[in-house]
Nanobody, 120 residues
């Protein structure tokens, strides 16, 4: 099993920036695609960005040009740099990771989420 822990959330004013991190831990695993999602109160979970192990990146249209996803495979960590934040970006941000082991065993893990609040 792989565990994910996010950090970096907080309260910022509109136009501000935050950098989220998500670290994966476990035994003898390889992380493939890593993604960020967000969920605001009363709304369904929304995909935000993804990055494959090889570095292929995709973004939700509403965050293109403002958010940047990156990863450090040696540290099993994915980042989300969020600039020019807007009140509508307010949500709990969660990371996910698709992983596999030599058994082979495959799975998807989720972090517990980190709150991002953008005030107007």
């Amino acid at each position: 099993q792989v565990q994910l822990v996010e950090s970096g959330g907080g309260l910022v004013h509109s136009g501000g920036s935050l950098r989220l991190s998500c670290v994966a831990s476990g035994s003898n695993f390889r992380i493939n695609t890593m993604e960020w999602y967000r969920q605001a109160p009363g709304y369904q979970r929304e995909w935000v960005a993804s990055i494959t192990r090889g570095g292929e990146i995709k973004y939700l249209d509403s965050v293109k040009g403002r958010f940047t996803i990156s990863r450090d495979n040696a540290k099993n960590t994915v980042y989300l740099q969020m600039n020019t934040l807007k009140p509508e970006d307010t949500a709990v941000y969660l990371c996910s990771a698709d992983w596999m082991t030599p058994l082979p065993e495959v799975g998807r893990s989720w972090g517990q989420g980190t709150q991002v609040t953008v005030s107007s």
